[in-house]
T-cell receptor
Framework: AQTVTQSQPEMSVQEAETVTLSCTYD???????LFWYKQPPSRQMILVIR??????QNATENRFSVNFQKAAKSFSLKISDSQLGDAAMYFC??????????FGTGTRLQVFP | GAVVSQHPSRVICKSGTSVKIECRSL??????MFWYRQFPKQSLMLMAT?????????EQGVEKDKFLINHASLTLSTLTVTSAHPEDSSFYIC???????????FGSGTRLTVV
C-alpha cells in the first residue's frame, strides 16, 4: 500500500530565509504524481506545486521548488524568501492514476518576522 | 481555474438530525468526487469516493448508512450526515477531479458542530 510520511510536525523560519519541508513516500508504481498543498487557518486547501514522476526535472513555482529523488522516494519542498503569508500547514500528497490522493500527516510552518 | 463551491461553510445542528453538505464544480465536470474528514491539527482522512452515476466507494471503517453520498450529476455531489451525534462534529472537505486533467480541486470545507 502507498504511504506518505512527513517527519517534521513543526518547522519555523525567519522571514526572507529559506526552509525545506521533508516528505517521503512508498509505492511500487513507476508513474505517479506528487503534490504539496498549503492549508492556511481558513482551512482552504491550496495547491502549491505538483510533480509528475516521469519528469526528471524538479518542479518550480516562483519561490517554491521541490527536490524530487525518485529512487530514494523523497519529495521535499523548498520555500525561498519566506513570507509571513507562508505560515500554514503543509501537506505532501501522492496520487496514482485516477485514484484518491494519499496525504501525509502535515508540517506546521511558522514564519517569524 | 477550476472552482469547487462547498456549502454550507458552517453548520450547527441538534443531535439526531441530518445535515446535507453540497459541493458543486462551477466550471468543469467532476467525474470523481472525494469526501474527506479532518479533525483539528490532523491530516485529511478520506471517507469515500464517488463517480458520477455510480454508488460511492467507502473507506474501511466509514459507515455508509450514516454518511450518504450522492453524485447524481457531473457538477453536484452531496454528503448527508444522518442522525448526527456530537462525535460527528468535524471539518468536512470535498475534492473534485475532472477525467480530462490530472488535478484535484478542493472545496472550502464545512465545519459541522453537533450539539
Amino acid at each position: 500500500a502507498q504511504t506518505v510520511t512527513q517527519s517534521q510536525p513543526e518547522m519555523s523560519v525567519q522571514e526572507a530565509e529559506t526552509v525545506t519541508l521533508s516528505c517521503t513516500y512508498d509505492t511500487s508504481e513507476s508513474d505517479y504524481y506528487l503534490f504539496w498543498y498549503k492549508q492556511p487557518p481558513s482551512r482552504q486547501m491550496i495547491l502549491v506545486i505538483r510533480q509528475e514522476a516521469y519528469k526528471q526535472q524538479n518542479a518550480t513555482e516562483n519561490r517554491f521548488s521541490v527536490n524530487f529523488q525518485k529512487a530514494a522516494k523523497s519529495f521535499s519542498l523548498k520555500i525561498s524568501d519566506s513570507q509571513l503569508g507562508d505560515a500554514a500547514m503543509y501537506f505532501c500528497a501522492y496520487g496514482y492514476n485516477t485514484d484518491k490522493l494519499i496525504f501525509g500527516t502535515g508540517t506546521r510552518l511558522q514564519v517569524f518576522p | 481555474g477550476a472552482v469547487v463551491s462547498q456549502h454550507p461553510s458552517r453548520v450547527i445542528c441538534k443531535s439526531g438530525t441530518s445535515v446535507k453538505i453540497e459541493c458543486r464544480s462551477l466550471d468543469f465536470q467532476a467525474t470523481t468526487m472525494f469526501w474527506y474528514r479532518q479533525f483539528p491539527k490532523q491530516s485529511l482522512m478520506l471517507m469515500a469516493t464517488s463517480n458520477e452515476g455510480s454508488k460511492a466507494t467507502y473507506e474501511q471503517g466509514v459507515e455508509k448508512d450514516k454518511f450518504l453520498i450522492n453524485h447524481a450529476s457531473l457538477t453536484l455531489s452531496t454528503l448527508t450526515v444522518t442522525s448526527a451525534h456530537p462525535e460527528d462534529s468535524s471539518f468536512y472537505i470535498c475534492s473534485a477531479r475532472s477525467g480530462q486533467t490530472y488535478g484535484y480541486t478542493f472545496g472550502s470545507g464545512t465545519r459541522l458542530t453537533v450539539v
